[in-house]
């Protein structure tokens, strides 16, 4: 039966992203996928037996395996009746994971389940020609060492070469997907200019993420496979790029006219990520507090042979008008930078009255994106672009940003061959930025919290009547009285020392992820709370 219930993204991670031929080329896309699920599954510190479903995908097929997803399960230690499928959206695919593990768990048939998606183009499958494929299988089939070898009579030198794997082309209009954007920066009057700075505002913006703490908690490290040095960052953000130096790149589509460069656009990359889900009664009993929630999402398709890379501006306000909301109403849009062209191209469409009224049928444009609230901590093009797991990295940033800005609704937008596109809002819980409703838990991190009986989570300002009858219930429902226990105050909760001091608190001791602080650190009374927003404080109450 439908549960109804709201789909609580809990946790996420990726590894580093890496250029293709580097870093993580000794690892297949199968090996990435299950190095970032067992390093989810361990840091969320969840017991593997409570996920019963994995969705999860890749772009760049193999003939290893059939079904990634089933793989994952089998080899990141979960249990062998956890469900599994893959998915495949080209670019949005982890996307289309999120989606259907969400339809899942509103279905009711689920109630945690395991999205992402990982692609590997240092591991890229190579084809043979086809004359070489008929010789080799009528070789198989020869019963003597002539017939084998007669076999391979019609077989040319040319015969030998790999073709080009059909899945860089689009199979109906036969462009490249760089060529396909190059069209729209003719079509769409965008200059080479303006693709410079947006690369190098994402570069920017990302080399500045990364050197602030912002983007590392997101990024496990990575032994490779094959041994070799651990991989723990981005290796394509240009930590010191200059607007200057975009303008030497030369034009790789069209050499004498295109605009198109290996700098403004995104480049081949090795990569994983993964998102864990749970309805919101789910993550509620299990003592997390979720990064955010999924409101809603819209899936578009344009013609390929129009503008390949323009759907998101048709996802974006079907996805808005689901979650009830305009686009004034975001507070972060993150979407994906295939190719600067391509999301300048986005941009100016969804501003323009005119393509509103001629190709989406509006009265209105959807409207102009703030530019300080779009892609801010970078974006395809400085971070890299391994297909199947951008949109799991974008979920997994956009509400870390969100919860870091104390702000409410983040859009998120991708692009994919075949001319489609995704639109998705994610946003956190109205009390998770000001107000005060709290949520009593047991502890679940007994090794990080020793001997903690009750967790409070929430945010914002709470007062002393609201606080008192929090703490009776949930005191009661454990059997024991203030003075024998300890609580924690989990989230960014500002609480009045009078009221503290109403209900008898004896010490206030802080603790930075999890980890009681050094002595001279901890404090008599609660003034140390008081409009303070802190991460985690223990209490310790005498009797009232």
């Known amino acids: 039966m439908p549960s109804n219930e709201r789909v609580a993204i809990v946790a996420g991670l990726r590894t580093p992203f890496t250029k293709a031929g580097t870093g993580l080329r000794s690892m297949r896309t199968l090996d990435l996928a299950i190095t970032v699920v067992k390093e989810m599954i361990a840091r969320a510190e969840i017991a ?68 992402g998606g990982a692609d590997s183009m240092s591991d890229v499958p190579l084809g043979i ?28 030198g040319k015969d030998f070469i790999p073709p080009v794997p059909g899945f860089s082309r689009e199979p109906t209009t036969g462009e ?23 690369a190098h505002r994402s570069h920017v913006n990302a080399a500045r993420a990364w050197a602030d703490g912002t983007i590392p908690p997101e990024v496990m490290h990575v032994i490779p496979r094959a041994g070799g040095e ?77 503008q390949l890379l323009m759907a998101p501006v048709f996802a974006i306000p079907r996805a808005l008008e689901r979650a009830g909301l305009s686009l004034g109403d975001i507070d972060l849009v993150d979407i994906h930078e295939a190719f600067a062209a391509q999301l300048a191209s986005n941009l100016q469409a969804l501003a323009s009255r005119k393509f509103a009224e001629e190709k989406m049928g509006r009265s209105e444009p959807v409207g102009e994106i703030d530019p300080s609230k779009l892609n801010v901590n970078g974006g395809s093009i400085a971070i890299g672009h391994p297909f199947a797991a951008t949109g799991a990295r974008m979920v997994v940033s956009t509400l870390r940003e969100l919860k870091k800005r104390n702000k409410q609704y983040g859009l998120l937008s991708i692009c994919a061959a075949g001319g489609l596109g995704a639109g998705c809002m994610a946003f956190l819980d109205a009390a998770l930025v000001g107000g005060a409703e709290l949520v009593f838990e047991y502890s679940r991190a007994e090794e990080r919290v020793q001997q903690t009986d009750l967790i409070i989570t929430g945010e914002g300002k709470i007062d002393e009547q609201t606080l008192q009858g929090k703490l009776v ?43 009681i602080g050094p002595e001279e650190a901890m404090r008599d009374g609660a003034a140390l709370l008081e409009g303070m927003a802190c991460r985690v404080g223990k209490l310790l109450f005498r009797s009232p």
């Open 129 to 156: 020609s086809r004359p070489l494929r008929d010789a080799l299988m009528a070789a198989q089939k020869g019963k003597t060492l002539g017939a084998k070898l007669t076999a391979f009579s019609k077989v040319s």
């Open 473 to 515: 219930a949930g005191i009661a429902a454990l059997g024991r009285r203030y003075d024998k226990s300890v609580i924690a105050l989990c989230g960014q909760l500002a609480i009045d020392a009078d009221a503290l001091q109403q209900l008898g608190v004896g010490a206030v001791y802080p603790i930075v992820d999890g980890i």
């Open 230 to 306: 651990i991989v723990t960052e981005d290796n394509v953000v240009r930590k010191d790029s200059k607007l200057e130096s975009y303008a030497k790149l030369a034009p790789v589509f069209d050499r004498n006219h295109g605009t198109i460069t290996a700098g403004n656009s995104s480049p081949l990359t090795d990569g994983a990520g993964a998102l864990l889900l749970m309805s919101e009664s789910k993550a509620k009993a299990m003592g997390y507090t979720p990064l955010g929630y999924l409101k809603s999402w819209a899936y578009a398709a344009v013609d390929p042979g129009w």
């Open 48 to 115: 593997p037996r409570e996920v019963t479903l994995c969705v999860y995908g890749q772009v760049v097929p193999t003939l290893d395996w059939l079904n990634i997803a089933r793989e994952v399960v089998l080899g990141s230690g979960l249990p062998k009746d956890v469900d599994a499928f893959s998915v495949s959206r080209a670019c949005a695919t982890s996307i289309q994971a999120l989606t259907d593990a969400a339809q899942a768990i509103t279905a009711g048939h689920h109630q945690v389940a395991i999205a």
């Open 176 to 198: 490249l997907m760089g060529e396909a954007a190059e069209k729209m920066a003719k079509e769409n009057g965008i200059s080479r200019e303006e693709q410079d700075e947006i």
